[in-house]
């Protein structure tokens, strides 16, 4: 119920004004969002390779209403991307489709990703499409697929564990060997296209995981370069233990190493856990968001974990 009504009032404008004007929905937000800046950004990653973990970077935003705001968001991803190339950081982008147009024009969005993916192709870098509410999937996979029949291999996307469909969708992706980022799923979406119940998503993840760990065995590891660089391989984008202590145990029997796939986590989630499983050999990345965008992304932080709901309440009235 709790988790319903917040994911509804992300979308509120209403709520966004009243959230967004109290300063202490920054305070709580700014624990899962890098800053307002791209330099802020860039410093919170510098300190996250330091540590040994690398970054896929997310200039906040969705649901753009027009296309002058989505070639401002695909600006802003191309700048991202320089940047990280200019600094030699470990890091690459995430983008959601919303940003850079789906949902004002297709063809507009598909000139958009064209833009971001040549140019992350030109400068050797990789870039993760991010997969929102289930009225979005099919264009996303389209646009997806036309990126591989173009030739552009250094594009992959999300596939979320909660959805009936996604195993279909991830075999055919793995067939033609996407990059896929295995997550469950942040949105709220109806029992007829997804599993209402937390056991079954957590099922349908690790089932998912096997067919991911399967594609590895099948097409071979991709080999991780001189300085460190991991290629685009199966990720694991959870913060559950027990997602992640099932698959390295698959790994494990199917006798791949622990470079065979990658864990993901978001900015300022279990940091605890990030180092353990950075300390156990395993490649991490961390979803490192940044903007003024945040109102979204914070709402579906919140609806997560009634905790962090409690702990921005209790905040607010100690103001
Ligand atoms: P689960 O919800 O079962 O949580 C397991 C444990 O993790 C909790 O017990 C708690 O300890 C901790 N935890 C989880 N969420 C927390 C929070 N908000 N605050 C504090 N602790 C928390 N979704 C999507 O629909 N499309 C996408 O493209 C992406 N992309 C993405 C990238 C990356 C790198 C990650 C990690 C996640 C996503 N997601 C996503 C979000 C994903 O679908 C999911 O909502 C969250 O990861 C939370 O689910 P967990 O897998 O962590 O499990």
New binding site residues.
């Given amino acids: 119920m709790l988790r319903a009504l917040l994911i509804s009032l992300s979308k509120a404008e209403w709520a966004k004004r009243l959230v967004t004007r109290w300063k202490v929905a920054w305070k709580v937000a700014s624990r899962f969002i890098a800053g307002e800046t791209l330099e802020e950004a860039m410093q919170v990653i510098q300190n996250l390779n330091a540590a040994g973990l690398n970054a896929?970077v997310d200039y906040l935003g969705e649901h753009t209403t027009d296309a002058e705001e989505a070639h401002r968001a695909t600006e802003a991803t191309l700048a991202i991307l320089e940047d990280i190339a200019r600094r030699n950081l470990h890091a690459n982008v995430s983008v959601k489709l919303s940003a850079i147009g789906l949902t004002v024009d297709r063809a507009l969005c598909r000139q958009n990703l064209e833009r971001i993916v040549s140019h992350a192709r030109s400068l050797g870098n990789f870039v993760r499409v991010?997969?929102?509410d289930s009225s979005l999937v099919d264009a996303t996979l389209d646009l997806i697929h036309w990126c591989y029949d173009q030739g552009y291999t250094n594009v992959g996307v999300?596939i979320?564990s909660y959805l009936y469909r996604s195993e279909r969708d991830t075999r055919r992706l793995v067939e033609r060997r996407v990059p896929i980022?295995l997550?469950?799923?942040?949105?709220k979406e109806p029992p007829e296209i997804a599993y209402p119940r937390?056991q079954d998503v957590d099922a349908n993840f690790d089932r998912l995981t096997d067919v991911l760990l399967q594609g590895v065995v099948e097409a071979g590891v991709p080999q991780i370069s001189a300085d460190g660089r991991i290629p685009p391989i199966p990720a694991l984008?959870?913060?559950?233990e027990a997602?992640i202590r099932y698959a390295q145990q698959r790994a494990e029997r199917l006798g791949l190493p622990k470079t065979a796939l990658e864990f993901?986590?978001?900015y300022g989630?279990?940091r605890d856990l990030q180092q353990e499983l950075v300390r156990a050999g395993y490649p991490v990345?961390i979803?490192v968001p940044f903007g003024t965008h945040w109102y979204p992304y914070f709402m579906?932080?919140l609806a997560?974990?009634p905790a962090?709901l409690w702990f921005f309440v209790s905040n607010f009235f100690r103001r």
């Fill in positions: 896929t991010d997969m929102e999300a979320q980022r997550v469950k799923g942040a949105y937390k984008a959870t913060h559950d997602r993901q986590m978001l989630i279990r990345r979803y579906r932080r997560e974990r962090n």
